[in-house]
């Protein structure tokens, strides 16, 4: 099994799972580029502080974003900066493009740095060029890279497939990720063999289509061996964010949660 020989690298894999239980929860911040302000420019602090009061491990979010953020919000928490964009108004919404570099991620005190590739997009090439490159330069600075990796696009019939979710989270481990984020396969019970397949610890984005309680999407995933969640538009839309992160952070890290074993064998593999 392949170890990271980047101390700086171990270390904020480390700070990642704050824990030391190799699960993690992620609440992405960055929508705004995407789809528009998530709260006002005010409220964007208190935001945070419901979101790390509740105990999420990392925030998510651009440069610009992290530029303007309280330091001291995040003064025991991780911080994600965002390397790709897209807009909604864009004539292709999943072509992504890279807005920031890990050099820029390191000036702003970043714990690691995310880029997001659209498998089976029409640029599709493009965006596994730029995971490549930015892995090499993760590597080169000792910064932790998360790929959000999405099957999207004209080419696919079944975005929750759990063949092609396979593919999708080992196209990441074979170029250099640490951390891979995708969708939950359907049907659930399925993920596990996607888990099986990875070599890197998987987070489920999104918290699932809405139907069900969030709760609920967490213990599932969680019972088929995924690493944690990542949930944005969930948690800032809920009438009340702190709680809601409380809830999923109970289930994750805390003793109430499901009696799933985290899978600690995979983040020994990375750090």
């Keep these: 099994m392949t170890r990271t020989s980047s101390t700086g690298k171990s270390m904020r ?16 911040l960055d929508h705004s580029v995407s789809d528009g302000p998530i709260t006002t420019a005010r409220d964007f ?25 309280d330091p001291e919000l995040l003064a025991d928490r991780s911080l994600l900066v965002h ?15 890279l807005v920031g570099d890990v050099e820029d991620a390191i000036r702003l005190g970043a714990d690691a740095v995310s880029v997001h590739v659209n498998i089976g997009s029409d640029t599709e090439s493009e965006q596994l060029a730029d995971l490549g490159s930015v892995a090499a330069a993760c590597d080169r ?29 080992n196209i990441a481990a074979d170029l ?14 399925r993920m596990a063999e996607v888990v099986a397949s990875s070599p890197l610890p998987i987070i489920v984005a999104g918290g699932g289509d809405g139907t069900s309680s969030l709760a609920d999407f967490a213990v599932s995933a969680l019972s088929v061996g995924c690493s944690g969640l990542a949930v944005g538009r969930r948690v800032f839309g809920s009438p009340d964010p702190r709680a809601t992160v409380l809830e999923l952070a109970e289930i994750l890290h805390g003793s109430g949660g499901p009696l799933v074993p985290a899978t600690s064998s995979r983040m020994a593999g990375v750090l």
């Design 45 to 69: 602090d208190g935001l945070v502080r419901d979101v790390v009061a509740g105990g999420a491990d990392g925030i998510v979010v651009h440069k610009g974003r992290a530029r303007v953020l």
């Design 176 to 189: 250099g990720v640490d951390i891979v984020k995708t969708v939950l396969a359907s049907p659930v019970e």
């Design 13 to 28: 894999l480390a700070r990642l799972s704050r824990h030391g239980d190799g699960r993690f929860l992620f609440v992405p």
């Design 141 to 169: 600075w000792g910064m932790p890279l998360l790929a959000m990796i999405y099957p999207r696009g004209p080419r696919v019939s079944d975005p929750y497939d759990p063949v092609l979710l396979s593919h999708v989270v």
């Design 83 to 97: 390397l790709s964009a897209s807009t909604a108004h864009g004539p292709d919404v999943n072509a992504k493009v």
